[in-house]
């Protein structure tokens, strides 16, 4: 099949009928590209074809109404029921009703008024319309089955520009965040929780089960206002933010995201599970194997970081404890749960940029969202793709030195408060920055630390946030390009 490289434009007329047509077809995708062992059953086949009744979706002005559960098809029936459709049939169906959604939506989201009214869809309706919003945002994931979407497909959906994945990712997460809503392909069913292995201020981190394979479970600990009995607001804000961003962000160096798991539909409840790494965090990897060529795991940090930025993504926290190494010794960039796009026409998240600041770990904090912090009144600003690159400098600190950064100043008897004007006061004021090891220190003689890599932490670390160095910039140099990469062999 051939798909048209650009999307048609559609006369939506009245935005309630556009909608309602975007339901519709959500629904047929639903429906095609339900799991065999998990089926959504939101349609029936009935008596028409697949195509017939992709046509006539697309002129009804009504919801169609889902099946009840004890007639929902699994996908072998649904192909004895629709003889007609061969392979070739089925993945022509999804990309026809792929291409009309897309239509559809960017038609809805080009006005203000039909994007307005966009938002303010909630409940089962919502939800179709967060489903048919991530289906446009990520077509890989609209089915189990490979055959369902052809690589050529795929191809020319890549290709439909930047700008319209941006709309149609800010309208994902705008109508997510209003409606308090997950895609449904991010929803995993018949995860085990196990026994608690990280425990913070703001997250517990659970060790679990999903499909006979160790998963790690996050769960946000997301509190209820001392005087109201409703959840807070900006956390289930964050929880939807760092889900939607990290489901449809994938890289070999960033953790994998796998799904959530949310039990009675409660958010009190949700978990975002990832694979479960026994290496653990790279300061824990580099305790265990301290004789690892450790400018490959800068490698692996700077090629996750690099391609962040490049999708407008910063990611805002970034620390050893952030870093987890896989089976094979590669570094994954994991927690974007501070991370925000970058780019002001896809979402400005000010209510979470007031409540959670300041952004970020301190040791790892760039002087420009320090500086802010050492006077009260002052707007604490968000993190950027510069204050990322200062505390990559300072995750390399920790790499070849196996020492967190101003490990050489004494926090004794200092309250956190005081530690915290201490370290700020030393790094915006006095332009303080992490202390270079001996040439005798074990970073020297047995890290890999040389002065190549120290000058890679000075001009992340420089005051002037535009002489800092991108990822990619990183990544390209000499000494770098040139390490020898065999870990493809060691699992």
Same mark, same amino acid.
């Given at each position: ?48 074809? @697949?195509? !017939?009744?992709?046509? $006539?979706?697309? &002129? ?6 889902? #099946?009840? *559960?004890?007639?929902? +098809? ?57 489903? @048919?919003? !991530?289906?446009?945002? $990520?077509?890989? &994931? ?6 369902? #979407?052809? *690589?050529?497909?795929? +191809? ?74 409703? #959840? ?80 407008? #993504? ?178």
């Amino acid at each position: 099949m051939k798909c048209k490289p650009a999307l048609q434009p559609v006369a939506i007329g009245d935005t309630a009928q556009a909608v309602s047509r975007v339901m519709s077809m959500s629904m047929i995708l639903d429906h095609f590209c339900s799991d065999p062992d998990n089926p959504s059953g939101t349609t029936t086949p009935g008596t028409l074809s @697949a195509s !017939q009744r992709l046509k $006539s979706s697309a &002129s009804s002005d009504s919801l169609a109404t889902p #099946i009840r *559960p004890d007639r929902r +098809s699994r996908w072998d029936q649904l192909e004895e029921n629709l003889k007609e459709l061969d392979t070739s049939g089925y993945q022509q169906v999804v990309e026809e009703a792929h291409q009309a959604l897309l239509a559809l939506l960017d038609s809805i989201l080009s006005t203000k008024k039909s994007y307005r009214r966009l938002l303010q869809y909630r409940g089962e309706q919502g939800q179709l319309l967060v489903n @048919a919003l !991530q289906w446009v945002s $990520s077509p890989s &994931s609209i089915g189990p089955s490979p055959k369902l #979407i052809s *690589p050529e497909f795929l +191809s020319v959906h890549m290709s439909f520009g930047d700008h319209k994945k941006k709309k149609f990712m800010q309208a994902l997460l705008r109508l997510s965040k209003r409606a308090k809503l997950f895609p449904k392909s991010f929803i995993l069913p018949g995860v085990e929780i196990g026994e608690v292995i990280v425990e913070t201020s703001s997250v517990d981190i659970f060790r679990g089960l999903h499909g006979g394979r160790d998963v790690c479970l996050k769960k946000y600990r997301i509190r209820r206002r001392s005087q109201s009995n409703t #959840i807070r607001e900006d956390l289930v804000e964050l929880l939807i933010r760092e889900t939607i961003i990290w489901y449809n962000h994938r890289h070999p160096n960033l953790l994998p995201f796998e799904g959530i798991f949310q039990p009675d539909n409660n958010f009190e409840k949700a978990y975002l599970v990832s694979p479960f790494y026994a290496n653990g965090t790279v300061v824990e990897y580099l305790k265990s194997h301290p004789g690892v060529e450790r400018r490959l795991l800068l490698l692996d940090v700077l090629s996750g970081l690099s391609y962040l930025h490049r999708n407008n #993504i910063v990611h805002g926290d970034i620390k050893g404890a952030n870093v987890l190494v896989d089976s094979q010794g590669r570094a994954c960039i994991a927690d974007l749960g501070l991370s925000r796009l970058t780019d002001a026409q896809i979402l400005t998240w000010t209510s979470i940029q007031s409540t959670i600041a300041p952004w970020g770990t301190l040791l790892w904090q760039a002087p420009e969202l320090l500086s802010a912090q050492l006077q009260p009144q002052e707007h604490i600003p968000p993190p950027t793709t510069f204050s990322d690159m200062y505390a990559l400098g300072c995750l390399a600190y920790e790499i070849f030195t196996g020492l967190f950064p101003f490990a050489e100043l004494s926090t004794h008897g200092r309250s956190p408060f005081q530690v915290h004007i201490m370290i700020s006061t030393e790094v915006v004021r006095h332009g303080r920055r992490p202390q270079k090891p001996a040439v005798d220190s074990p970073a020297c003689l047995c890290y890999g630390l040389t002065d190549s890599i120290w000058d890679i932490m000075e001009t992340c670390w420089d005051r002037k946030v535009t002489r800092r160095p991108s990822a990619d910039d990183l990544s390209k140099l000499p000494f770098l390009v040139g390490v020898l990469d065999d870990r493809s062999a060691q699992e």
